[in-house]
Every structure is written in structure tokens, then in C-alpha cells.
């Protein structure tokens, strides 16, 4: 079945410095890949998505891009703020008749001043 | 632009009870899907209901029903409440039911079983 695997956190950064999750899927067909941030007490708030092979998603200098060579949609950011701390959950979505979104398990950012 | 609203924000429920949770989509939208939270994990898809029929449905049992009324908005209910039951619940709202179309997300309702 279709599924997200990410790593598993805390990832704890100290602010300025380089960020990295990562996330593989499995799916079948060609789905669009998704990154969600949640921060304390929020709901979900879409990040930044891709679409198809190679698409490269951006947001708020985040990047991810879309490797269907090695079903990857690594997160990334050249550099963290405290106000990035958060948890970051990938996810797909396969398409068809229906908008559901797979997420996996979800990484949590913190950032130290 | 209100954006998807939730209620309640929180809520207290005993082994065996009932609970209904409500949802109101963005403004213009017209597909409202729920998913529950549980606590460390990812969000998991319950059901999606478009035109007022539910359209598809995860791996969640029967005792999990909902409705989506003629305005959009949308009823969570759960019977027989479980300890495994507590959770976050979130509503999310798209547009036209389509594949890929953006889902916008609630802030959720804190169900606690005791």
C-alpha cells in the first residue's frame, strides 16, 4: 500500500544552521508529495508540495524536490530560525477520485537561540 | 475570509459515550475529509464527504459515522467511545472533491477519553 516514512526526531538545530528531514514514500502510480508544519496548539498548514518527478517545492526558504529515482522529497533549509521549531510531517496523495492525504509520522524541529 | 473552524476545541468524554464534533469548511469550499490525530503520530484519513455523500472512507470502524449538511459544513460522530478514541481531530476542506486540489486544515478538537 501507499505509505511515508520519515526520520524520526527531535531534530535539534541551533538557530542559523542547516536543516535537513527526511522522507521516502511508497506508492503506486505517480503521487503528489506534500510537507505540512504544525506548530504548538495549530492545526496543519501546508508548506510546500510537488507536483511530479523533479518539481521542486518552496516556501518561507524551505525547498524540497522530488526524486522518483529514489522516492525521496527531502526537506530542507540553508537557515533555521527559533520560529521554525515545529513538527513537519511529509505526506502524499495518490490522486484518484478522492483528496486523501497519507502522512507519515512527523519530525520535530526544535531550534535553540 | 474565515478559514476551516472547529468545535469544540476541547472536549471530555467517559468510556461509552457519544461525541459529535462539528467542522466548517473555508468559504467556497465544498468537500470537507476528517482525520484523527493521535498523540506523536500523523494525522490518519477517516472519511471524505462531498455533495453530502461520504466518498471514501479509511481503515476506521462503523462506530465512526458523519454527515455534511447543505451549507458544507460537516458532523464527526462517534458512539461507543474507546480510551483509543482520544485523539486530535481535524477537519480539512478543499473544492470541487478533486485529486490534488489543496486541503486547507482546522485547528482540530482535543477529544479525551477517561
Known amino acids: 500500500g501507499n505509505s511515508v516514512t520519515q526520520m524520526e526526531g527531535p531534530v535539534t538545530l541551533s538557530e542559523e544552521a542547516f536543516l535537513t528531514i527526511n522522507c521516502t514514500y511508497t506508492?503506486?502510480?505517480?503521487?503528489?508529495l506534500f510537507w505540512y508544519v504544525q506548530y504548538p496548539g495549530e492545526g496543519l498548514q501546508l508548506l510546500l508540495k510537488a507536483t511530479k518527478a523533479d518539481d521542486k517545492g518552496s516556501n518561507k526558504g524551505f525547498e524540497a524536490t522530488y526524486r522518483k529515482e529514489t522516492t525521496s522529497f527531502h526537506l530542507e533549509k540553508g537557515s533555521v530560525q527559533v520560529s521554525d521549531s515545529a513538527v513537519y510531517f511529509c505526506a502524499l496523495n495518490y490522486g484518484g477520485a478522492t483528496n486523501k492525504l497519507i502522512f507519515g509520522t512527523g519530525t520535530l524541529l526544535a531550534v535553540q537561540p | 475570509d474565515a478559514g476551516v473552524t472547529q468545535s469544540p476545541t476541547h472536549l471530555i468524554k467517559t468510556r461509552g459515550q457519544q461525541v459529535t464534533l462539528r467542522c466548517s469548511p473555508k468559504?467556497?469550499?465544498?468537500?470537507v475529509s476528517w482525520y484523527q490525530q493521535a498523540l506523536g503520530q500523523g494525522p490518519q484519513f477517516i472519511f471524505q464527504?462531498?455533495?453530502?455523500?461520504?466518498?471514501q472512507r479509511g481503515n476506521f470502524p462503523d462506530r465512526f459515522s458523519g454527515h455534511q449538511f447543505p451549507n458544507y459544513s460537516s458532523e464527526l460522530n462517534v458512539n461507543a467511545l474507546l480510551l483509543g478514541d482520544s485523539a486530535l481531530y481535524l477537519c480539512a476542506s478543499s473544492l470541487g472533491g478533486r485529486a490534488l486540489n489543496e486541503q486547507f486544515f482546522g485547528p482540530g478538537t482535543r477529544l479525551t477519553v477517561l
Open positions: 464527504y462531498y455533495e453530502e455523500e461520504e466518498r
Open positions: 468559504s467556497g469550499h465544498d468537500t
Open positions: 506508492a503506486t502510480g505517480y503521487p503528489s
